[in-house]
């Protein structure tokens, strides 16, 4: 969410198979493919669950946070969605670059809008987020989040680079439903896999595309980063409600956010 941050001069003295990893002249597909033979950095404590529950137990503290989220948030490794280079600071509540000028959101920010789509109607009776669509997959941190909270995932990203890293961080993971990742342009979302019971987005737009309420199901919710007049961007919750035989979208904006720009067509 924040703006990308440059590599720290550190990496100029990475190792061999680092540098060959962020070599910016590298095609990304092959560079990504590397990175998926690439031994992960060990003896730095990053693979042991404490690590992870602490940066969760952090998250609990503040009181504000879906339960059954942080349960999800503990079981992904998120220093494997990452540059080994940046690795260490995986599980600190901040945003990293994920390379294309794009970020993996802020921990507190994946549990505040998950969250906020488990308090759904829908979602609350059924005590999950039922089938999904997330656009902007990203480095899929957060898909793989969703996975553990949800029935069915389709996440789609317009940079193929990034599709591509994200299916081998999620291949590594071993998720009891993988999610379907999907290389296009997610203002259209995904009729094919849809009607959704929740709409994610990771990246923000000017107004709420008519796809994504064409695609979300009666009694699902949408959270989407939208710019609001006078505001800036504001997360914007909308909820499809059935009165009377007839449908209606409820609309409710909350805190002012920064996300990435939700973008159209495919790189
Ligand atoms: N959920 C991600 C966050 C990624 S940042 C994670 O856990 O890492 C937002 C992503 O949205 C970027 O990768 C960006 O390329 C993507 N994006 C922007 N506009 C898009 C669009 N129209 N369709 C699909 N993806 C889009």
Request: hydrophobic residues 45%; positive net charge.
């Amino acid at each position: 969410m924040s703006a990308p941050k440059r590599f720290p001069a550190s990496l100029k003295s990475a190792t061999a198979p680092q540098r060959e990893l962020l070599m910016p002249q590298r095609h990304l597909r092959q560079a990504t493919a590397d990175a998926a033979r690439l031994a992960r950095p060990s003896g730095t404590g990053l693979d042991s669950g404490a690590v992870r529950e602490r940066m969760v137990a952090r998250l609990r503290a503040e009181g504000k946070f879906d339960e059954q989220v942080l349960a999800a948030m503990a079981a992904v490794p998120r220093h494997e969605f990452v540059d080994s280079a940046l690795a260490a600071q995986a599980y600190e509540d901040t945003a990293l670059p994920i390379g294309h000028g794009q970020t993996i959101s802020k921990p507190s920010v994946v549990a505040h809008m998950l969250g906020l789509l488990m308090a759904g109607g829908g979602a609350r009776q059924r005590g999950s987020l039922g089938r999904v669509l997330e656009i902007g997959t990203g480095c899929g941190y957060q898909a793989a989040v969703i996975a553990l909270l949800a029935r069915q995932v389709t996440s789609i990203e317009r940079v193929q680079g990034l599709h591509d890293k994200a299916r081998l961080n999620l291949q590594r993971l071993a998720l009891p439903r993988a999610p379907r990742l999907i290389w296009g342009d997610g203002r259209i979302g995904h009729a094919a896999s849809g009607p959704f019971d929740s709409i994610i987005a990771a990246a923000g737009g000017e107004d709420i595309p008519q796809a994504w309420l064409a695609q979300l199901a009666p009694g699902g919710r949408l959270i989407a980063p939208t710019a609001a007049s006078g505001r800036g961007q504001v997360l914007v919750v909308l909820d499809h409600l059935v009165e009377g035989g007839a449908s209606c979208w409820v609309r409710s904006e909350h805190e002012a956010v920064l996300f990435v720009p939700l973008k159209s067509g495919v790189l």
